[in-house]
Each structure stands twice: as structure tokens, then as C-alpha cells.
């Protein structure tokens, strides 16, 4: 017994008819096959009453090893499969095989289908690469293709793939496919119980179908489960192929009754609109043309058509049951549907990758701040705990970052082996740093990660797991959560992009209409895509055999990625074209695909993400003069010329959108350094819209964008004059020259983070102010007052006490006050300036008299999910600051929550606030007050500094 024979039991079942010219070979070929344990593949043959010497063939061909039943009835091809399958329960059989008679097997075709089911949890059935053979069942030359599993058009006609054309290899990867055909079909036994005919639970096959279509229906009830079916082109047979539409005309009329009943039958058994009203239109066109050519051509069919809709009540009850006990979203089943053989890719069965034992993590920084600290200890214990199992060394990259969060980070980790620093003098953007960090050197694979990340060693662990279990892996990307384990889903995960969705998102189309098909379908939210999202949610009701399972995808977030080393070198790494950033990563895994490297998500790996940290340190200007020309380059690089001019029209089209919208978006700011940073984004967006595939403006339009630039900027320091605002340098010089003389001498050490609103103090020198991503501005069109700015000389006296060189300082003025959870983002403020670092809020004036957010409250939000919280938010809101009432209150609040309406959240007061850091630092993340609070004179507000532990 071979070690690699398989010890699970198969029941291989060949039903005949009138076969005598194929059923020698097709039975010869069975009992040949090998690779299983000695007595578990189990054969049988099932004559239905032929005519001709098929029984006197099988009597000859009966042994211990072959099991004959010869009937008196010709029960059907459905029937008789039925009952083997009843036979394979009562022997425990794990897999059971259905078989033609015109079907000649390799010696390894059995073995390599049962393989591919054993590796594949989410693969219920199994269909070969079929090619067209003779009578001798020995393929014909040259190699033809018969069928590469099974699809379904608009029309609901079913095709088997690649039918009639040469073999030259275009179907030579694993993929899934809508179903497989009847020749050869191998299912899991414990699996069928999900899709069995859903009014006759003990049959697999429909016997009301008899013979013909009977496949096609066990594959869409299967689909419907669930389930999925695997083309395994590793597992070869041959097949004599003789029902084809362009031989109808030879075919006897039993068999086409056969078709145009069955046809019907499929769709009475099947139809629902949920999955089918886009095939309305050609389905219905094509059932016309069936009836009008029985009714004029084909008169024979004419009992099977009345038949057929004699069972249209019976069929659409067993409709109504299918549905009732479907697993797959509503909608799922669509996009099989379609013209093209539709298929998915998936990943290579039985074929074990190299293992992966040293890993080389790379991170990119970019004026990260003191979110590279936790970063890099996270990645430091994971080698310190995973030392024994694998090497993993961490390579910080520092792109020529201006705030010195490499540089001081190098001095705690300059004594450790598992951490280097490599600082570059220039900012190499992140597709030239990873390839910087990975040039010459040796590492199985390459762990590619975000500044804003936390990994975890059980993440880790499991990338390397899923790489070496398969060899086509070329990418394994963990899934990313926020902080309270919720999934970042429309960012973990994409398809490429299409011409649809990128003009979805140029036109502001994905804003008023979040849900729109072409959107939905880019970020993998649509309902084709319920399996990953049910998997990434640990929906293990809905899919209990894919918890653990990798799943193929399109495109999966660079901000954590492990790359195996030989799809990196084949492909050249990244493109270093693409700077500083954006579309690297989606190119890379587009060549990736192309050559057959699969890229895949694994649910169990779980990291931390904060997400948004390139675009807060980059800013709106710098992400439009970035992401455009990327966007540009991607799009020529992989799309023809008349999609290339199908992009510029949309996105040059939503530019200018963009541009108009400009003004409003002036006249709606709130503060001048929010209308500095409106303005510079339309600077360029104007240069943009000149030669969006370019970094720069072009020189025959510099003079043009230099006049606009100027008439900008009269018009946002009118605004700021109208406003009350002040340009940058009237704040300054309002801050008084003795001041600013002693500020930097003040701040020096204290290694204040540059963040997205930062004030310009001296030439060399920026205080930041950070505010929450959960701050919601109150509007000034709903009553209540703007968020108040800082008093520069009080908050750097606060601070002044505390300065030292082992701290960061995270400055957040005024924002719990008007945060929407201000646990959850107490917890993100912790994490972000860990591992050593001071979070400074401030809180202004309060008395008795101010309304008072409990603790319980608080707490109850952390919990509650968000959009059954914000309406709660927005009826306090109605009721307490507009003076609203019952249902007037209630109607409000809809509006304002479906509007998303800026409104005052939360009212804390002191001891609220306390007890709120108390609660956090026992139950969310360790903290502990860093000296007492201190409440200043003139502004009224109270100052809290705490350390996160």
C-alpha cells in the first residue's frame, strides 16, 4: 500500500443503456484506478434494461471487485444513481463518483478529484477536465476539449466549458464552477443531505428530470446550499460526446422531448426573482422560440411540453422548499448567469508549498508617529514568541520622514538583533522602499506592513500556514479590524477596479448612493460576494466549512500582506512607477493574477488596522496629485486605448464636479486651516484637471493655474475675513514676538506629533492640535456653536510642567465633549501614542447646570451597534437642544441620522469624565492620570494629562 494511497471510501457508480460499444473500456478502466487503500473504492454497475449485449458484457466483467445489477424497467439515469446513493450510506462511504458508460478514466482521475474535495472544506462536488474521445474511449487527436465544468447563459441553456475547442492549456488551472456534468461527478456524501431534491429528500438527482438536465439541476440546488463545485484539471478522463445542440437534428425524438420538457423543469424547479430577474428578458425570449418551433418544427415534443406544465405547480413548491433552506444570500446566484462561462478562480489541491520558515517584515514609515511604536513591539514579541518555529526579522524603512519617529524609535532597538533601521535620504515612495528592504537577501517570504497596524504572533502564524499548505499562494493577507475587533470591510478586501466603479467614485455616486451596484462590487460588499463576507464576519452558521478556510481573492489591502519570495522575484516586486503611493499594490496583485499566483484572505488571521494614516499625513492636496497620475498609469498599463479615453472622460468629469463644489465647501469651513487645506486641494485639483496623468501641471498651463491659484486664495481670505477667521500670519503675529522667542526652547524634546492641523511657529517648527476622526463638528445651521480652537499660551504652560524626552504628546482639544463613543476613542487615543506617551484632552467649563452623560450611558454605547446608538444620539438631540417632542422629535432625528447631520453627542462634566478614564484604564486599555487636573482661569477649561501604560 502506497503511503499516499487514500484511506477514504468511494463508491463509483456507472449507470448504462444500450452502452456495449463503450461499456468494456469505460469498466476496465475502472477497477485500473489507483491510489486509494485496498478495499475502499467500491465499484458498481447498474444496467437499465438495454436491448442490446451491454448485460451479457457486465455478467462477463462481474468479480468481487465489481459489483453488476442488470434491471427489468429502464428506471432513468436519475433513478439508479438515486439508489447507489442510498447504498452509500449504508456502507459509510465518504465520497460517491457517477460515471457514464461512455466515459474512459486515467488511472489517477478518481484519486486526484477525491484529493481535491479532502483539501477543499468548502467544495461539495468535483468535476474533471473531459476530453473528447472515440469508441475506445482514448482521446481523439488532436486533444479536444469536451467539457471543463458546466456554465449557464442568460437564457438558462446550459454549455460545457470549452466544448469542441482544442486543449491548449486555457483551462489548466483549479477553479469553481457553477456544476460539473453527469459523465463524471464526484460529491461529498456528508454533503449532499444539504442540497437533496428539496419535496423528495432521499433523491440527489430530480427523477422527474429522468435523463438530460438532471446535472444541470443538481448543480443549481447545490449552489443554492452553499456549497461549491471544484474543476480539477488534474484529474483527466475522456469523454464520447453525443448530445450537442448542433446535432439536434440527428438526435431521435424521445431524447429531444427529452430537452424541451426538462428545459422547463429546470426553470419551474428553480426560478426565483432574487437570483434571476436580470435573465427575464432573454429567458423569456428563448422560451418563446422553444414553444413556436414544438408548435411548428418539432411536433413530437408537443407531450412533453404539456407535461412539462402539468408539473408547474408540483415544481414550483419544491421551488418555494429549496428556497426556504438556501444558505447563499439573496441575489448570490446572479452573476453565473451570463453570457461568458463564468468560473472562480481557486487554489491548487494536494500540492503542499515550501515551507516557510524565515520571514522578513518590512515597514514603511512615513512620518508615522507614535504609531510605529506599537507597530514594531508588536512585531518584536511575535519573533521573540515565534523564535522556535520561525525567523522573523523587522525592517523599519524610514522614507526621509521629517518627524523623527524612526530616529528616536532606532535608540530603543539598538541592541536587539530582531530589529534594523534603514534610513533613506529621499523618500522612495512604498513600492521602491519594500523593494529597497527586500533587495539581496534571503527570506521564504516577505511580510509587508502598514506603520498603523498591530500584528498579533497568531496572525503571523497562520500566513505562513496557509503558504505552505498551498504552492500557488503567492499572497496571504490577514483581515483588518479596528480596534474592537470589528472587520474594515469595503477596504480588506477589493476586486480590480472597472471602468463602472472608478466612475462611481469620481461622480460622487458612492456617496449618495453607497449601495450601487458597481461600488459594491469593487469593495467585494455585493451579494456574489456573501461567502467572503460571512467568513470574514466568523458567520459560522452560514458557512460552517470556510471559518478556517483561505479564500481566493481579486486585490487585499497592503496594509498587511505576506508575499512568498518566488512570486515576488518573478514578478520584479513593485512597480516603483507608481509614487508615492496607491495603485502599487493593486498592479501587483493584477500581475500576480495574471501569472497564475493566487492571492487569498485568511479569516483567522486577525490584525489591528487604524486606517487613514497616508492620507493624514499626506492631506487631501498631496492624495489628489498622488492618486490621479497612479490611477493614470495603472490604467494604461492594463486597459486597452478606448477604455483609457472612457477614463479621462469620467474622471476629468468628476474633477470639475469637484471644483465647483469648491466654493460651498469654503463658505461651510469651519476654521482657516480648514479653508487652507479646502484651497490647496483645489489648487490640485485645477492641475489635475489640466493633466491628471501627471504629477505637475503641464508648462503650457502653468501660467493659466498660476492666475486661478491666485484668484483661490483672494477668495478664501475674503472667506476667512467674512468668517471671522485670519489668514496664518495674522495669527501669528497676534501671538506676540516674546512668545514665539521662548516657544521652541519650550517644546524642544517633547516630541509634539505632526498631525493634519498644525500651526506654523517658526520656520523649522509645527504644534499640533490632533482631533478624533469621531469628532462630529457642530453645524451652525443647527443652533449650536463651532468647536472651540485652543488657547496657544495656556495649553504649552499646561504642558510645560511635563515636557521630557520620553514622551510623545497627543494634543486633543475640546473632543470628548463632542465625540460619538468617547470610550472608543479613548481606546484608539491609548493605542495610538503607545508605547510611552501622554494623551492631553481638555474639557471647557462646566457647572451644575450642564446636562450630564452618565457612565452607564457611555458604556452602553461601546456596546450598542453604531447605527442603533446615532439615532438614539440624534432623538436626544431633537428633544434636548431643539425642543422637540414625540414623533416631531422621532421624524428628526431620522432626518438629521439619514443626512448625517453634525450634532453635539455627548455632555460630559468632570466627574463623569473621571469616572469614564477610570472604567478605561480597568476594562479597555492601562492608563493612569499624569498629575492632577488643572483647570485654567481664563478660558475656563480643564486639563487632563494621562500616560498610557
Known amino acids: 500500500m502506497s503511503s499516499n494511497a487514500l484511506n477514504v471510501r468511494l463508491l463509483a457508480h456507472v449507470v448504462s443503456y444500450n452502452s456495449a460499444d463503450t461499456i468494456d473500456h469505460c469498466v476496465r478502466d475502472l477497477l485500473a484506478t489507483e491510489g486509494f487503500a485496498p478495499g475502499k473504492l467500491l465499484c458498481e454497475v447498474t444496467d437499465n434494461n438495454s436491448s442490446d449485449d451491454t448485460p451479457a458484457l457486465l455478467r462477463k466483467l462481474e468479480s468481487e471487485r465489481l459489483s453488476v445489477r442488470c434491471l427489468n424497467e429502464n428506471t432513468g439515469f436519475c433513478e439508479a444513481h438515486n439508489q447507489a446513493y442510498q447504498r452509500a450510506l449504508n456502507c459509510s462511504a465518504d465520497y460517491i463518483a457517477f460515471i457514464n458508460p461512455d466515459l474512459g478514466l486515467r488511472k489517477d482521475t478518481l484519486a486526484h478529484l ?78 449532499i443531505e444539504d442540497f437533496l431534491v428539496a419535496d423528495r429528500k432521499a433523491e440527489v438527482f430530480d427523477e422527474r428530470f429522468f435523463a438530460f438536465r438532471e446535472d444541470a439541476d443538481l448543480a443549481w440546488r447545490l449552489q443554492l446550499s452553499g456549497w461549491r463545485c471544484r474543476y480539477v484539471p488534474s484529474a483527466c478522463a475522456y469523454h464520447v460526446r453525443r448530445v450537442t445542440p448542433e446535432r439536434r437534428s440527428q438526435l431521435s425524438d424521445k431524447i429531444n422531448a ?97 515551507h516557510i520558515k524565515t520571514v522578513r517584515a518590512v515597514i514603511i514609515n512615513y512620518n508615522a508617529g507614535n504609531r510605529l511604536n506599537a507597530c514594531v513591539s508588536a512585531l518584536e514579541q511575535t519573533a521573540r514568541k515565534l523564535q522556535h518555529a520561525r525567523h522573523l526579522e523587522v525592517v523599519v524603512l524610514d522614507n526621509a520622514s521629517a518627524d523623527a519617529s524612526a530616529v528616536r524609535l532606532e535608540a530603543s532597538y539598538k541592541n536587539n538583533p530582531r530589529v534594523s533601521f534603514n534610513f533613506q535620504e529621499r523618500n522612495l515612495g512604498f513600492a521602491g ?182 492620507l493624514s499625513v499626506i492631506k487631501r492636496s498631496g492624495f489628489v496629485r498622488a492618486w490621479y497620475p497612479n490611477l493614470f498609469r495603472y490604467w494604461k498599463k492594463h486597459h486597452g486605448a478606448l477604455s483609457n479615453l472612457g477614463l479621462h472622460i469620467v474622471v476629468r468629469l468628476g474633477i470639475a464636479l469637484r471644483i465647483l463644489a469648491a466654493p460651498a465647501a469654503l463658505l461651510g469651513s469651519s476654521n482657516s486651516d480648514e479653508r487652507r487645506e479646502i484651497v490647496n486641494t483645489l489648487k490640485a485639483n485645477l492641475a489635475m484637471l489640466l493633466h491628471p496623468d501627471s504629477r505637475s501641471a503641464p508648462k503650457h498651463a502653468a501660467h493659466t493655474l498660476g492666475k486661478l491659484s491666485s484668484s483661490v486664495r483672494g477668495l478664501a481670505q475674503r472667506v476667512d475675513r467674512t468668517l471671522g477667521g485670519a489668514p496664518k500670519q495674522n495669527i501669528l503675529s497676534k501671538l506676540g514676538d516674546q512668545w514665539l522667542e521662548e516657544l521652541p526652547t519650550a517644546l524642544r524634546g517633547s516630541g509634539i506629533q505632526l498631525s493634519t492641523n498644525s500651526i506654523e511657529l517658526s520656520e523649522h517648527l509645527l504644534l499640533t492640535i490632533i482631533e478624533s476622526p469621531g469628532v462630529r463638528r457642530s453645524s451652525a445651521a443647527n443652533g449650536a456653536g463651532s468647536l472651540p480652537r485652543p488657547d496657544l499660551r495656556t495649553d504649552i504652560e499646561t504642558l510645560s510642567g511635563v515636557i521630557d524626552d520620553s514622551y510623545d504628546f497627543l494634543i486633543a482639544v475640546d473632543v470628548l465633549h463632542q465625540t460619538s463613543n468617547p470610550l472608543r476613542a479613548l481606546m484608539n487615543w491609548t493605542r495610538v501614542v503607545k508605547p510611552r506617551g501622554l494623551i492631553y484632552l481638555t474639557l471647557p467649563k462646566t457647572t451644575d447646570a450642564d446636562i450630564d ?48 447631520e453634525r450634532v453635539v453627542m455627548h455632555h460630559l462634566s468632570l466627574p463623569t469624565l473621571r469616572s469614564l478614564i477610570d472604567w478605561a484604564a480597568k476594562h479597555v486599555a492601562p492608563m493612569e492620570m499624569a498629575q492632577d487636573v488643572i483647570t485654567t482661569r481664563e478660558s475656563g477649561r480643564s486639563h487632563w494629562l494621562i500616560r498610557a501604560l
Open 114 to 191: 477525491v484529493r481535491a474535495l479532502e483539501s477543499d472544506a468548502s467544495a461539495a462536488a468535483a468535476t474533471p477536465k473531459l476530453l473528447r474521445a472515440d469508441k475506445r474511449l482514448e482521446a481523439v487527436s488532436p486533444p479536444t476539449l469536451d467539457a471543463a465544468g458546466m456554465y449557464l447563459t442568460g437564457s438558462f441553456r446550459h454549455f460545457d466549458r470549452g466544448g469542441g475547442a482544442l486543449d491548449q492549456g486555457q483551462f489548466d488551472q483549479p477553479q469553481y464552477v457553477f456544476g460539473g456534468t453527469g459523465a463524471l461527478l464526484v460529491l461529498k456524501v456528508d454533503a
Open 258 to 354: 427529452f430537452g424541451v420538457r426538462n428545459r422547463f423543469l429546470l426553470q419551474f424547479g428553480n426560478f426565483n426573482l432574487r437570483d434571476c430577474w436580470s435573465c427575464i428578458p432573454a429567458t423569456t425570449w428563448r422560451n418563446l422560440l422553444v414553444l413556436g418551433a414544438v408548435a411548428t418544427l418539432e411536433r413530437s415534443s408537443l407531450p412533453a411540453l404539456k407535461e412539462a406544465f402539468s408539473r408547474l405547480g408540483e415544481m414550483t413548491r419544491r421551488s418555494r422548499l429549496q428556497q426556504g433552506s438556501r444558505r447563499a444570500a439573496p441575489g448570490a446566484l446572479r452573476h453565473w448567469f451570463g453570457a461568458a462561462a463564468a468560473a472562480e478562480p481557486a487554489l491548487e489541491a494536494g500540492r503542499p508549498g515550501k
Open 433 to 614: 522602499g519594500i523593494n529597497k528592504a527586500l533587495a539581496d537577501v534571503e527570506f521564504d517570504a516577505a511580510l509587508i506592513l502598514n506603520p498603523d497596524v498591530v500584528m498579533s504572533s497568531p496572525a503571523v502564524e497562520e500566513l505562513c500556514e496557509q503558504l505552505s499548505r498551498f504552492d500557488n499562494i503567492g499572497l496571504a493577507a490577514a483581515v483588518l479590524t479596528d480596534p474592537l475587533g470589528e472587520v474594515q470591510s469595503g477596504f480588506t478586501v477589493r476586486r480590480f477596479p472597472s471602468l463602472a466603479s472608478v466612475a462611481a467614485e469620481s461622480l460622487g455616486l458612492h456617496a449618495v448612493w453607497p449601495s450601487n451596484p458597481w461600488t459594491s462590487r469593487q469593495r467585494c460588499l455585493s451579494a456574489q460576494d456573501w461567502r467572503l463576507q460571512s467568513a470574514l464576519r466568523r458567520q459560522i452558521s452560514a458557512l460552517p466549512y470556510e471559518a478556517n478556510q483561505p479564500l481566493v481573492v481579486e486585490q487585499p489591502a497592503a496594509a498587511c500582506i505576506m508575499i512568498r519570495r518566488e512570486a515576488f522575484l518573478e514578478l520584479g516586486g513593485f512597480d516603483e512607477e507608481f509614487w508615492p503611493a496607491w495603485y502599487e499594490d493593486v498592479d501587483f496583485c493584477r500581475r500576480l493574477a495574471e501569472s497564475n499566483w493566487r492571492a487569498v484572505i485568511c479569516p483567522k488571521a486577525r490584525v489591528v488596522h487604524e486606517g487613514g494614516y497616508s
Open 853 to 900: 452623560t452618565t457612565l452607564e450611558h457611555l458604556i452602553a454605547d461601546y456596546l450598542r451597534p453604531s447605527s442603533e446608538r446615532d439615532l438614539e444620539h440624534y432623538i436626544e438631540y431633537a428633544s434636548g437642544e431643539l425642543g422637540l417632542i414625540g414623533q416631531e422629535a422621532i421624524t428628526k432625528a431620522g432626518n438629521l441620522q439619514a443626512s448625517a
